[in-house]
Structure formats: structure tokens, C-alpha cells
């Protein structure tokens, strides 16, 4: 969703990521917690604080880093863009069957398994320098496999946890495409969904 939003209206100006202020908001975060930064978050960003839930450490850490470095609060640098929007053809692939939608997340989340998704997540834990905390192994699926393998919890348990935040994940995907007022919307479940795209598209 963050590509298509640039491709259409452009990125905003924020600074690059400064080691020193995250080391001090990480160290603060030791003292008193992120809901209490998220807490410091909402007394000067209360836009970003109030989309963000209060465990979300690394778009909390973004946000006050990005305050703390230029005295403006992100969701004001979020809002300008570098250039006016460009005018494309957005399609929104927005399933009308929820029930069907969490069926194939399932189905889909099985295959990944089935394919060698454990292995993958056991060969990250076995290189010895990644660590959970790490952002690219909070993504949905390896964070949950991961937990699963280094504590040995029941599978079961694993399942259900990783199927709920794809399931979070999609909605979270659905809001953001709604939001998109100018895009046409195809139901991917329905039997002239490619079709439909295809006119579109040509």
C-alpha cells in the first residue's frame, strides 16, 4: 500500500534515520515502556499516536525520532507530498465474501508451510545474528513462527495466532484501499474479475 500511495502522490519529506536518537529513544523505552512513549507520542503527534497502537515499537520509535529531529510532528511531514498527484488508474481488489477471504488466507498460510516455511524460519534462527525483535522478522507469519520454534508452543496455538494477523493484516489492506476514493473496485472472488481488470487496464 506504501508503493502505490507513492507512486501516486509522491513521498514525503522525512529526515533519514539518526543511530544516536534512536539509542536514546530505546533507552527510554527501557524505563518506562512503550505505551509510555506512546503516551509521549500523543502529548506532541497526537495524530500518529492516536493510529498507532501502543506496543507498535518501531512506528512509535519513527515518529518521535522524526519529531525529535525536526520539531514537526510526522503525520504534518506525512501530509505534504513532493509533487502533485499523478493521474493513474488504481484498481482496488476488494473482496465482498469476508468468509471466503479468511478461507483462502488459510488455505494460503497451509501452503506456505507445506513448502518449507519452517525451514526457512529455522535456517534466520541458526545464522545467530537476527533476533525477533528485529523489523523484518515482526512481519506477520515470521514472528509467530518464530515464537513457535523458540518456545516450543503447541502448533495449534502457532496457527491460530499467525492466521489472525494475516486476517488483521488484509483488513488493515482493505481500509487503506477504501481510502482511495478514485479507485475502481473488482471483487477478485467474482467469475469476471479478470475481465473487468482487463478493461480497465487496455
Known amino acids: ?46 495524530a500518529t499516536a492516536q493510529r498507532l497502537p501502543p506496543n507498535d515499537s518501531q512506528r512509535i520509535q519513527r515518529a518521535l525520532e522524526v519529531f525529535e529531529l525536526t520539531g514537526v510532528p510526522m503525520s504534518a511531514l506525512l501530509a505534504a507530498t513532493d509533487r502533485p498527484p499523478l493521474a493513474l488508474a488504481t484498481i482496488a481488489l476488494l473482496p465482498h465474501d469476508r468468509a471466503e477471504l479468511h478461507r483462502r488466507i ?12 519452517f ?13 525477533p525483535d ?25 496457527h491460530a495466532a499467525a492466521i489472525a494477523a494475516t486476517r ?8 487503506w484501499l477504501r481510502s482511495m476514493k478514485d479507485a ?12 473487468r481488470v482487463k478493461a480497465i487496464v487496455i
Do not use: C
Open 1 to 46: 500500500m506504501l508503493y502505490a500511495k507513492a507512486l501516486r502522490e509522491g513521498l514525503s519529506a522525512l529526515p533519514s534515520a539518526d543511530r544516536e536518537v534512536r539509542a536514546r529513544i530505546e533507552a527510554r523505552a527501557r524505563e518506562i515502556g512503550w505505551p509510555g512513549l506512546h503516551a509521549e507520542l500523543a502529548r506532541v503527534d497526537p
Open 106 to 117: 488459510e488455505q494460503r498460510f497451509d501452503a506456505m508451510l507445506a513448502a518449507g516455511f
Open 119 to 131: 525451514d526457512e524460519v529455522r535456517a534466520l534462527m541458526a545464522r545467530g545474528d537476527l533476533n
Open 134 to 158: 528485529l523489523p523484518a522478522l515482526r512481519a506477520v507469519g515470521y514472528r509467530q513462527a518464530w515464537e513457535h520454534l523458540a518456545r516450543a508452543t503447541p502448533f495449534a496455538q502457532f
Open 168 to 175: 488483521q493484516l488484509a483488513k488493515r489492506q482493505i481500509t
Open 184 to 195: 475502481a473496485v473488482v471483487d477478485p472472488f467474482a467469475p469476471d474479475a479478470f475481465a
